[in-house]
């Protein structure tokens, strides 16, 4: 039974051993391979600060604000946009548009921090 269950697993691969050696001839693990260098609580911080901003842009913009803030800033998997661009999409004036960022901008910061 012991020799049958050996052969059940003699192909499983550890995360911790060794699969090649790098070219200071230290053991490379599968683990080195699939290692991602960052940190699952600064994910996690990042996606809660980033669905608090969505909030925030969602209830305290008037609409026109809040498109000029998503087409700057390229939220909601758009590409940013210029204040030019996005003053010649909307027909206005590029410093309409930076009048208008600026102001949202503070609005934003204000209700970001309230939020905390």
Do not use: W
Request: charged content about 35%; glycine content about 4%; hydrophobic content about 35%.
């Amino acid at each position: 039974m012991h020799f049958r269950s050996g052969r059940k697993s003699a192909n499983d691969i550890h995360f911790s051993e060794p699969i090649d050696c790098d070219k200071d001839d230290g053991g490379l693990t599968l683990m080195d391979m699939i290692a991602d260098d960052e940190n699952i609580a600064d994910k996690v911080e990042l996606r809660l600060s980033s669905q608090r901003l969505y909030k925030c842009i969602n209830s305290a913009l008037p609409p026109r604000e809040r498109e000029i803030i998503i087409l700057r800033y390229g939220l909601s998997g758009i590409a940013p946009l210029t204040q030019r661009e996005v003053a010649k999409r909307l027909d206005i004036s590029r410093s309409y548009v930076s009048r208008i960022e600026k102001k949202a901008l503070a609005i934003l910061k204000e209700k970001y921090e309230e939020s905390e």
